[in-house]
């Protein structure tokens, strides 16, 4: 059994990894996804979609949404899973809302997307990786997938697809075609390095599907 010191290190590490990767993340969605107009898929997207045509704020249109995810899919969610969700989504409101207070802190790479596209990629990618790798999650994708895997019965994969490529196509309304195609890389890009992140120094499961606890 663990000792209060090594159960309050072990917290300390978790929730230290968690405002790590929202830091990172709502950095890289600050500085380069909202600067250049290379957008995200699922929550994020969306939330530089209405930031877009309704002047709403990331720094408030991520927690609600990522709310109303969690509470869709609570029942299969587990406990600790929600807790360190949540933590990350009202983390990264506070982060990107230190950001809105100084200019843009890295170079315009709008004349360069396919660069953008990368790059915000990696910051994504990181970041959402390091919360995963806990068990948390930065956003309410996870949660919305989950609720429409059981749903439809449909594989995960396919569910957080269908997600990013609705968000994607709403956003032709203001993102010309062309950079929804960098969109495309970045989206790609980033759950690439996601799964690479969470399964950094792991030995491989094959054949096991990840663990959701439900919610007690």
Partial sequence: MSSPREKAKSLLYTYGII??????????LYNIHEQ??????????MTLFLQHWLGLSPAITSPVMDIACYLLAWRFLGNSFARYAVTASLAFAVFHGLWEQFPPL???LSPWPAAAAVVGALFVGIGVGLVVRIGGACGGDDALALTISH????????????????????????????????????????????????????????GQEPEIQTAQ
Avoid: H, M, N
């Avoid at 405002?19 to 890289?28: D, N, P, V």
């Avoid at 250049?36 to 997207?45: K, R, Y």
């Avoid at 594989?155 to 010309?176: E, F, G, H, Q």
């Fill in 106 to 108: 890295l170079p315009d």
């Fill in 151 to 206: 749903l439809s019965k449909w594989p995960i994969a396919r569910c957080y697809l269908i997600t990013d490529l609705t968000v994607l196509a709403l956003s032709l309304s203001y993102i010309p075609f062309t950079r929804i195609l960098y969109s495309l890389i970045t989206v790609t890009l980033s759950s690439f390095l996601i799964g690479r992140v969470q399964s950094f120094g792991r030995p491989p499961e094959k």
């Fill in 19 to 28: 405002l790590l990767g929202s830091a990172i993340l709502s950095f890289g």
């Fill in 36 to 45: 250049t107009q290379v957008t995200e898929g699922g929550v994020l997207g």
